[in-house]
Every structure is written in structure tokens, then in C-alpha cells.
């Protein structure tokens, strides 16, 4: 903020963070961890004023209960009428995987009733696609945020009303890809803890409860392992190679994507475009590789 508009912070911060758009879902014996975290913000700049809000999003994993948090967002940002200019920028997990593909049923073997496991001969091939930027280009089209085709049993699948609701919302981190303004960074999920590889390393279970970068870890191995992408996103087998159906979708999913973005409200009236999006492997953030981005915004 510049100018005599702003005297302190609390010109800016006019309202405490607040949670909204609570899950419907694990509601009853235990509290829902998926809802939005928003922070409203006041600019000013050359004596013209922007309402900015900011929202951390944490959507949930199955539909129904996603699309109602995303109709309750709309109903939200739908209200925030006012004379000053608004915009609004979400980013976070909003949990939309790939889709296991049709062409992946070579690369597959049935674990159970409706669930499968890739073998060697996927994750090589999946680890070949992620390596290279075209090859990651051509895996972002498996998203469910904009997949049409077959999945690997070859159900016919459609894009889903949540995401067909979360695109008409806002302008997305995928629009810029295909758009030609972004390239496509390395999958934010599902990436192996260290303490996952040093477990195993070591023969016994190991937790790294106040690691929180790579560099902490005085060892070899962690550069070989960040740099071995079969290890980061396939060598926690149970977790990582596990394909299946969600809930209320019976499409295939693979459990490896680009869960966390970036969005751009798109009713809002200032100028705002997404400069940067990209991860961080330095960061340890579990089975996330945390999600970095620019967000250029002018009025």
C-alpha cells in the first residue's frame, strides 16, 4: 500500500482470516478438516481502492461434498459487491488427480474387486512422461479438471460438475497451460516422505517430526532421492501405486497429479494474471511438494 491512505495494518486487514465453505462431509462425530481459509485485504494505490481477498483453499476428495464447498464459495464472492475495485486469488490443495487412462491397462494388475496396482513396467513409463516437460504437457490432459475419454476399465468419462463449477469460477493455473503462458512443473502429489525412504533404508520406522527442509538431512541420500523420480513418486507402494475409484465417481484414478493451483476469481474488475507456478522440492511438506506461484495484479 502507498500513499497517505494507509496509516497502519489495520487499514489493511480490515477482518480477521475466517473459515468458510466447510465440507458437508465428517460432519457429525468428528469436525471436517476441508473448508476455506480467507483473508480480506484493502489496497489503495494512486487513491484508487482494491477489495482483495485471499483464499487458501482445502477441498474435499469426493464430488458431492466438493461441489457444495465450491457453490458455497460462489454464493460468497457472488455478495462481495462494493464501490471499490475486487479481486480474488485462490491457491491450494483443490484435489483433482489424473485419471488412470485407457492406455495404462497394459501397465496394471487387479489387486481386488475394482482396484488395481501399477507394475514396474507403469511407473517406468509414467516416470519417463513425468521427466520431460512435453511428456508432463501430455499427462496434465489426464486431469479430471478437464479429461475426456476412457479410463482404464474403459468407462467413457466426463468432466464433473465441481470442476466444470471450479473453471467457470476462475481462471486457472491449467487455462495458462494450455493457454502457452506456463509450462508444467514437476506433479505436486503423491511424493515420498524421506522418512518413508530412510525406513526402509534403515529397517525400522522413522519419523521426521522437525524436518522441514531437504537440506536438514545430513545424508547422501537425499539428493539421489529427489533426483530418482521413480523413488519420489512411486516408491511408496502401497500409497503411490494404488489406482482406484473415489466414493460418489467411478472413474479410475491414479494417485499422482497436480492437486495443488492457482486461481484467479474470474468476476473480478482489476487486472490480475498468474506469472509463476511451480514447486518446491527443497520444502518438506509430507506427501506434497509444496506449490509456488506469482500472481501479477494491477488496477
Known amino acids: 500500500c502507498t500513499g497517505d491512505d494507509v496509516v ?61 464447498q465450491l457453490q458455497a464459495l460462489q454464493r460468497m464472492l457472488r455478495v462481495r459487491q462494493s464501490t471499490n475495485l475486487f479481486a480474488a486469488v485462490m491457491w491450494g490443495d483443490m484435489n483433482h488427480r489424473l485419471v488412470a487412462y485407457e492406455e495404462l491397462r497394459p501397465h496394471v494388475r487387479s489387486v481386488g474387486p475394482g482396484d488395481f496396482e501399477l507394475t514396474a513396467s507403469g511407473t517406468e513409463a509414467l516416470a519417463t512422461l513425468i521427466a520431460d516437460p512435453r511428456g508432463r504437457r501430455e499427462l496434465l490432459q489426464k486431469d479430471s ?57 534403515l529397517g525400522c520406522r522413522l519419523k521426521l517430526d522437525e524436518v522441514a527442509l531437504a537440506g536438514n538431512l545430513r545424508l547422501p541420500m537425499p539428493q539421489r532421492w529427489l533426483s530418482d523420480l521413480q523413488t519420489c513418486y512411486f516408491g511408496w507402494k502401497q500409497k503411490q501405486r494404488v489406482v482406484k475409484s473415489d466414493e460418489d465417481d467411478p472413474a479410475m484414478y491414479l494417485q499422482l497429479g497436480w492437486l495443488d493451483g492457482v486461481g484467479i476469481y474470474r468476476g473480478g474488475s482489476a487486472r490480475a494474471e498468474l506469472r509463476v507456478w511451480e514447486t518446491e522440492d527443497q520444502v ?8 509456488r506461484a506469482l500472481v501479477d495484479l494491477s488496477w
Not at 471450479?166 to 487455462?175: G, K, P, Q, V
Not at 509450462?183 to 524421506?194: A, D, G, N, S
Not at 518438506?284 to 506449490?291: E, K, R, V
Open 284 to 291: 518438506l511438506a509430507f506427501d506434497h511438494l509444496p506449490l
Open 145 to 201: 479438471l478437464l479429461f475426456r475419454g476412457r479410463d482404464l476399465e474403459g468407462r467413457q468419462c466426463e468432466v464433473l460438475p465441481a470442476s466444470v463449477l471450479l473453471r467457470s469460477l476462475f481462471a486457472l493455473h491449467i487455462d495458462a497451460v494450455l493457454e502457452g503462458r506456463l509450462e508444467v512443473p514437476l506433479p505436486f502429489y503423491k511424493h515420498t516422505p524421506p522418512e518413508i525412504v530412510l525406513s526402509e533404508r
Open 8 to 68: 497502519d495494518e489495520y487499514d489493511c486487514f480490515l477482518f480477521p482470516a475466517r473459515l468458510s465453505c466447510k465440507s458437508p462431509r465428517k460432519s457429525g462425530l468428528q469436525p471436517s478438516f476441508k473448508s476455506v481459509l480467507v483473508q480480506d485485504i484493502l489496497l489503495s494505490r494512486g487513491g484508487m481502492r482494491l477489495e482483495l481477498s485471499l483464499i487458501g483453499a482445502n477441498l474435499d476428495t469426493q464430488h458431492a461434498a466438493k461441489l457444495a
